[in-house]
């Protein structure tokens, strides 16, 4: 037995109204949440993914090349120090550079005779302002 039941068919159209508005409501919901979530990104300075990897494998290359040079250095460094210890100077040279390099400590002697001169002359004359007190003892 089918009845024609008009409450039941408004109170269906009206509940696919609603969900088609509740979908529209979710769409839109989900658009502006997205649109938010970006802002907060962009005010944080947050990079984007692909940014991070390009830096990320920059920075492999780098710590890779950085490793070559390091041991390429260390090559250079052990060369160097075999030939500096196949072209070390005998004792005798040395000793020989040393002595011609050595320069003589300039002579200030000039200065402390004058000094001595200066103060042994200073006790023989005395200004006139000073007095001598002790005179009485002899």
């Known amino acids: ?18 969900m088609s508005a509740a979908g529209g409501m979710k769409e839109e919901m989900e658009a502006r949440m997205h649109h938010q979530t970006e802002a907060f990104f962009a005010r944080m300075h947050f990079v984007r993914r692909e940014e991070f990897e390009v830096v ?8 890779q090349e950085n490793d070559c040079l390091e041991a390429r250095v260390a090559e250079l460094e052990a ?14 040279v ?5 002595a011609t390099t050595k320069k003589a400590a300039p002579k200030t002697v000039a200065p402390k005779k ?10 023989a004359k ?10 009485s003892a002899k």
């Open 79 to 92: 060369a160097l120090a075999k030939v500096e210890k196949a072209a070390k100077p005998t004792r005798k």
């Open 126 to 135: 005395r200004s006139p302002a000073v007095k001598k007190t002790d005179t």
């Open 56 to 63: 990320r494998d920059m920075a492999a290359l780098a710590r």
């Open 114 to 123: 004058a000094a001595a001169k200066k103060m042994s002359t200073g006790a």
């Open 1 to 18: 037995m089918q009845t024609n039941n008009r409450f039941f068919d408004d109170m269906a159209k009206m509940m696919i109204g609603a």
């Open 94 to 98: 040395t000793a020989t550079v040393k």
